[in-house]
């Protein structure tokens, strides 16, 4: 699921959004991480950051590259140290968020 407003950008700004994913990609190629190595830290980086909106897309990018729902609780499990309890927590529930639309009978 592609958000909205992502694909306004690409409407309004063909070019610019190009050069993004390009530099996206070249990101991802640059080093010797598995796909689902980059898609946990992404994740990671999103949930440290506060970024509900690229966690959820981490999220859903992650189940995509094979990772586990258990594997996304593991990310936000193991934040808490760095990013506090109470702030894991909410980075956990956007975790949840995604798992409970992907696998609605998957308990969390």
Same mark, same amino acid.
């Given at each position: 699921?592609?958000?909205?407003?992502?694909?306004?950008?690409?409407?309004?700004?063909?070019?610019?959004?190009?050069?993004?994913?390009?530099?996206?990609?070249?990101?991802?190629?640059?080093? &010797?991480?598995?796909? +689902?190595? $980059? =898609? #946990? !830290?992404?994740?990671?980086?999103?949930?440290?950051?506060?970024?509900?909106? %690229?966690?959820?897309?981490?999220?859903?990018?992650?189940?995509?590259?094979?990772?586990? &729902?258990?594997?996304? +609780?593991? $990310? =936000? #499990? !193991?934040?808490?140290?760095?990013?506090?309890?109470?702030?894991?927590?909410? %980075?956990?529930?956007?975790?949840?968020?995604?798992?409970?639309?992907?696998?609605?009978?998957?308990?969390?």
């Amino acid at each position: 699921m592609i958000p909205k407003r992502y694909q306004q950008m690409h409407q309004q700004h063909p070019e610019l959004m190009q050069a993004y994913e390009a530099f996206g990609k070249a990101a991802k190629e640059a080093g &010797p991480l598995s796909p +689902r190595e $980059v =898609a #946990l !830290v992404k994740l990671a980086i999103s949930l440290g950051s506060g970024l509900e909106g %690229a966690a959820h897309s981490h999220c859903r990018k992650a189940l995509e590259a094979g990772c586990t &729902p258990d594997d996304l +609780r593991h $990310v =936000a #499990l !193991v934040s808490a140290p760095t990013i506090g309890f109470p702030t894991m927590m909410r %980075a956990r529930s956007w975790v949840e968020d995604v798992i409970a639309k992907a696998s609605p009978a998957d308990p969390a």
